[in-house]
């Protein structure tokens, strides 16, 4: 069965440095979103990207990030100078579609830790 | 706005027993409801969802859920939890299309299974 993989599953960094964080969403799928999950805290949704454009982000998503699919495979979450707040779990999703009724498949997660 | 509320953080059930975890949702409108399911080191998996029509869903696994209007309610059973069951679960409402497609999520319950 076709799958949402990310890599790395844990990164370590240190603060005010550059990550990157790597998916590779399921194949057709043509709707891609990053969410994020601080300890103990809910999912929250940081953005969505369509059309090699982003069709919305929260409020989270400010301009240390961005989002690119860089070829046709990959989809990546780049955080450019990663603050202590920035450690959490991101998950990666895609959905075929963009009804209402197109569910969301998630990848396994990146555990991010900013030292 | 919209929320999701996921009341239990930790259970804790034995196994062969039944099992219930709570969901109650805030949404304008018509509610798409979803429960995903979270085994370590795993993604997040979809085990159900409710878009319309009979309230009561099946979904993989052998679980179910139970749409009620009234109670802004969506809660997730099973009637006899495996070993395997053991995970974090999550509910979520959207995905809200004109927000980008996003889902909310509720904090996740973490489901222990007593031998």
């Known amino acids: 069965e076709p799958e949402v993989t990310q890599t790395p599953s844990h990164q370590v960094t240190q603060m005010g440095q550059e990550v990157i964080l790597r998916c590779v969403p399921i194949s057709n799928h043509l709707y891609f979103y990053w969410y994020r999950q601080i300890l103990g805290q809910k999912v929250e949704f940081l953005v969505s990207f369509y059309n090699n454009e982003i069709s919305e982000k929260s409020e989270i998503f400010d301009d240390q990030f961005s989002v690119e699919r860089p070829d046709g495979s990959n989809f990546t979450l780049k955080i450019r100078s990663t603050k202590l707040e920035d450690s959490a779990m991101y998950f990666c999703?895609?959905?075929?579609?963009?009804?209402?009724?197109?569910?969301?498949?998630f990848g396994p997660g990146t555990r991010l830790t900013v030292l | 706005a919209q929320s999701v509320t996921q009341p239990d953080i930790h259970i804790t059930v034995s196994e062969g027993a039944s099992l219930e975890l709570r969901c109650n949702y805030s949404?304008?409108?018509?509610?798409?409801l979803f429960w995903y399911v979270q085994s370590p080191g795993q993604g997040l998996q979809l085990l159900l969802k409710y878009f319309s029509g009979d309230t009561l869903v099946q979904g993989i696994k052998g679980f179910e859920a139970e749409f009620k209007r009234s109670q802004s309610s969506f809660n997730l059973r099973k009637p006899s939890v495996h070993w395997s069951d053991a995970a974090e679960y999550f509910c979520a409402v959207g995905p809200i299309y004109n927000q980008g497609g996003k889902l909310i999520f509720g904090q996740g319950t973490e489901l222990s299974v007593k031998p």
């Open positions: 949404y304008g409108a018509t509610p798409y």
């Open positions: 999703a895609s959905s075929e579609g963009g009804s209402n009724t197109d569910t969301q498949y």
